[in-house]
RNA sequence: GGCCCCGUAGCUCAACGGAUAGAGCAACAACCUUCUAAGUUGUAGGUUACUGGUUCGAGCCCAGUCGGGGUCACCA
């Protein structure tokens, strides 16, 4: 069935038929043929020479010639350097065509019964989004476009960390200074105009505390409590936390209204669904010009209390112990981790008990046997722990869990902070990108024939391309330098770049219907270039890169190659004419390929969350 | 200090243990009366942080060193 392994067991057959080596074929090493070299699929032949007793340019000379009559795929083949390369006759690559115009749904697999669950974007609802949360939104919905693409049941949740000290600064500080005003009365998108009285309040902290500083109490703590040779302001930095909680107004009055908020306070309650309300609004903008949407959501305020019955189970099963203060712990020293609490001695949660109900109260919910949490690479350690934890626990789903761990989005100057107001705001950037693409529609596109509404639509795609494209090509793994100064390329290996592969496809379409150029002398026509044979190989690639961006759970794969095979056509499309071709065949074949090209293209930037615009 | 992630061209990124380490940006030089120049081609740019090891072969695997970041909370 598949090319590469056909040769890996002839390959196989061939080292036990001429040297009565057994050899397993899937040990076989074939690669593509790097362009330089004659030939489409390359043999590494080093492994072999032990057993043959010849150079390695002799058995590869053996091996080719067997491979040559016994695999009827095989046109001809050449040896350098004990690399053997074959080369695959044309009419495969034209099967190959037709199955990827006839197939629409071509690199994605069918069904397979399983269910999946990705947790991603997961806000706080103290403050609007910003390009952190955009680099998880962005490879959470990736992520789940590849599971569903290969066959996966995708559950798309988030989390919404809907209370907390953090909502309680935002509310306490409208209370006090808001002076009843509203996002309409201020005209401010409600999200910001939540996160702006978070801003306001640690203002207001920072100010308290400055004054608290210069006061006799202040220094009095500073004198008796200070390290040697330690600088006020170093200590002050240090002492802040402290500070707020034992000695702050602002932070006194914060813990009351928490209080009051777990008490069930209707006014507190009522305060806190207005401003949530607000920011929710805000956040469902945000989502939908990133084009993205949850299947099911999930609130803290419902689930902060959950995982307590799981640690009477834990220290039922002996795989938690209490200490004599009455605190819970587990021991994973063993894998290398430490002691961690999973319940106060006062019976309340921290954060891993929280986890530990989510994740079960989430298999009860839709019986997913994997979920995939998308979280920063600053929580690595959490997850080890929450996962291990689960397994000692014996919970039925604990082998299908994986933390899709990606780094921050960083400035130039450093992590991005909020109280510094030094945040890449998530709407300020998409309303930057757009207007960057408008812009180039305006000098560059076929402005004067597309309507001003369509213009938009396209800008809006293009820039949006520009920006997912920049953050997805990553390997999440690493880390992200954005340059605000220099916003995000439109040009080279970038989004549009892609983009605008596709629209020179389309636009061939467009002329093959209205002229209704026949397309069935596609299959005879013969000698390919060596431009259509390299498309047509990243064609049969697709299938296999998906299935290995949605093994290693790695989205990048996928842009690094919808861009190879954009770029191998915009190389095409210079060195070659499609309508102009030199024969009928030659133009109908080339018009299929196109087709074939495009369909793969909208594909592979569909499963990283990019739209394909028709012009631009 | 323990553990984890990262280190590749000036910058941003690629490279199932395979051939001469590739792209883009920035710089310079070409190509639009010819399917949309958000395109194509060329020039220049490298001791893959360092030292050893494993092997036919190492940017990739192993050990160590040096840099950058994270984490080791009864915060979430």
Known sequence: MNIVSIF??????????????????????????????????????????????????????????????????????????????????????QDLLKTVVTDADYGRQPHNGERVLVEFASPNTNKPLHLGHVRNILLGWSCAQILEAVGYDVVKVQIINDRGVAICKSMLSWKMFGEGQTPASTGTKSDHFVGDYYVLFEQKVKAEYEIWQGSPEGFALFESKHKPGQSEKDFFKEYKNKWFND??????AVREMLLKWENHDPETLELWRKMNNWVYAGFEKTYADLGVDFDKLYYESDTYLLGKNIVDEGLQKEVFFKKEDGSVWIDLTDAGFDQKIVLRADGTSVYVTQDLGTSRMRYEDFGAKRMV?????????????????????????????????????????????????????ADDLVAEVTRLAAEGIRTRGEEGDIPAAEQAVTAHKV???????????????????????????????????????????????????????????AASYQDLQPQE???????????????????????????????????????????????????????????????AVGQVLRSGMTLVGIDMPERM
């Not at 100064?485 to 592969?501: A, H």
């Not at 915009?570 to 299929?592: N, P």
Request: aromatic content about 12%; charged content about 20%; proline content about 5%.
């Open 533 to 595: 044979r390299e498309l047509l190989r990243n064609l049969y690639d697709y299938p296999a890169i998906v299935q290995s961006a949605a093994d290693n759970y790695d989205p990048s794969l996928i842009a690094n190659y919808c861009y190879g095979l954009a770029k191998n056509y915009h190389r095409f499309w210079h060195d070659l004419k499609v309508f102009g071709a030199e024969t009928a065949e030659a133009k109908s074949f080339r018009l299929q390929l196109s087709q």
């Open 373 to 425: 949490y998308v979280v920063a690479n600053e929580q690595d350690y959490h997850f080890n722990v929450l996962f291990e934890t689960l397994k000692r626990l014996g919970e039925p789903y604990a082998d299908g869990l994986y933390h899709l761990s990606y780094g921050l989005v960083e400035l130039p100057s450093g992590r991005m902070k909020t109280r510094e107001g030094t945040v890449v705001d």
């Open 8 to 93: 890996q067991h002839a390959v196989a057959q061939a080292v036990e038929a001429l040297y009565g080596e057994p050899t397993e074929p899937g040990k076989v090493q074939v690669n593509t043929t790097p362009a330089d070299f004659t030939g489409d699929y390359s043999v590494v032949i080093f492994p072999f020479v032990k057993a043959a007793k010849k150079s390695p340019d002799a058995a590869a000379q053996e091996i080719g010639a067997f491979l040559q009559e016994k695999v009827p795929a095989i046109k001809g083949f050449n040896v350098v350097k004990g690399f053997l390369n074959l080369e695959i006759v044309d009419s495969f690559w």
């Open 463 to 521: 820039g949006m391309a520009a920006l997912k494209y920049f953050i997805i090509k990553v390997h999440p793994h690493k880390k992200i330098i954005f340059n605000p100064e220099e916003s995000v390329d439109m040009q080279g290996q970038t989004g549009p770049y892609i983009q605008y592969s596709y629209v020179r496809i389309h636009g061939l379409m467009q002329r093959v219907s209205k002229e209704q150029v026949d397309l069935s002398l």
């Open 247 to 252: 000695y702050s107004l602002l932070g006194a």
